[in-house]
């Protein structure tokens, strides 16, 4: 009877210490899944200006007096934040010939990355405004910072490189183009240029994302637009709505220096232009912009939009206005 009771009693440890290891080598293989981020917060805002009323801010009342708490307080809860650098920042004095040319002092970059800056995009029809090498001098400038430059490099394969912002929850790319003559740069394709794309273009780079990466999600940034304007034009909305349908989560655009309206197509939401962040011009039209904010989860991007007055050249988040 002894003999029976240990060799059962020998048995059920046996039993027992088997499925203790079996559930143990579960536990370690499920751990990844655990640790995975559930939602991705990426907080976009337009235009930046670093130059002409803006300078003259900065020098009578520092850099910064272009943030404030709440405003900081609010791309704090991102995970990452991506605005459009609207000016090259260089020491380089190359002037292109044409109406409006700006140009930023590097010093200022490291002021925007300690405000929450992750991301800067350069795919605009200002970044080459002091040439080439003012480009690529603010290319360096801008990682030397502690940001990532995009939507603009040493060659146009490499400038209209889709840029993954993140592998979780599920991969996140960004897409970004400027869609605007650019005035006095000629077009080569190898020298450095910022991102330039046709809708045709876009398409099918984000149905060749899709296919290599099942369940990604596609953002694109467009610079494009009329300015001074509050709607879209008919040819945007049917471009948007074609790059819906190649398979983009959501847009996010700028250009025309004011907010336009959303509209959400087959889900995706789509904001034709979020308007100026940090800049200069004081007509009503222009004063008004919107933080937007992506919330990417494994299913599905939820877009939140945080009004905001532009006073001086100073983003102020508009307080008791909703989030749409």
């Keep these: 009877m002894f003999k029976v009771s240990a060799l059962r009693v020998n048995t059920l440890f046996t039993i027992h210490h088997s499925l203790f290891t079996i559930g143990f080598l579960l536990f370690l293989y499920a751990m990844p899944a655990f640790s995975q981020q559930k939602e991705l917060a990426v907080a976009f805002t337009g235009d930046i200006l670093l130059d002409r009323g803006v300078r003259r801010q900065i020098v009578e009342k520092g850099v910064e007096s272009l943030f404030t708490p709440d405003m900081d307080s609010l791309l704090a809860g991102a995970d990452l934040v991506v605005g459009n650098l609207e000016c090259p920042v260089t020491e380089v004095h190359s002037p292109l010939f044409k109406r409006f040319v700006f140009r930023g002092d590097p010093e200022w970059l490291s002021v925007l990355h300690r405000h929450g800056f992750t991301h800067l995009n350069l795919a605009n029809n200002h970044s080459v405004d002091q ?8 290319i360096h400038n801008i990682a030397k910072a502690g940001i990532t430059p995009f939507g603009a490099d040493s060659t146009l394969e490499a400038a209209r490189s889709p840029l993954l912002l993140a592998s979780s929850p599920r991969n996140v790319f960004l897409l970004s183009s400027v869609q605007l003559p650019l005035e006095h740069f000629p077009f080569l394709v190898d020298r450095p240029t910022p991102s330039i794309l046709s809708t045709d273009s876009l398409c099918s780079i984000i149905q060749r994302l899709k296919y290599n ?65 940090i800049f200069d011009l004081e007509p009503e039209i222009n004063r008004h912009g919107a933080v937007v904010i992506l919330r990417i989860s494994t299913g599905s991007v939820k877009a939140e939009s945080y009004p905001y007055t532009i006073q001086g050249c100073t983003p102020f988040l508009d307080i008791g206005r909703g989030i749409q």
């Design 213 to 277: 990466h099942p369940g990604c999600c596609i953002v694109v940034s467009l610079h494009w637009g009329k300015e001074h304007t509050l709607e879209p034009t008919p040819t945007q909305r049917h471009d948007a709505h074609r790059l819906v349908e190649a398979g983009a989560d959501a847009l996010v655009c700028h250009h025309p220096h004011t907010f336009q309206n959303v509209e959400y197509y087959h889900d995706a939401p789509i904001f034709y232009s979020v308007g100026n962040y």
């Design 131 to 138: 040439g080439r090498r003012g480009l690529v001098s603010t």
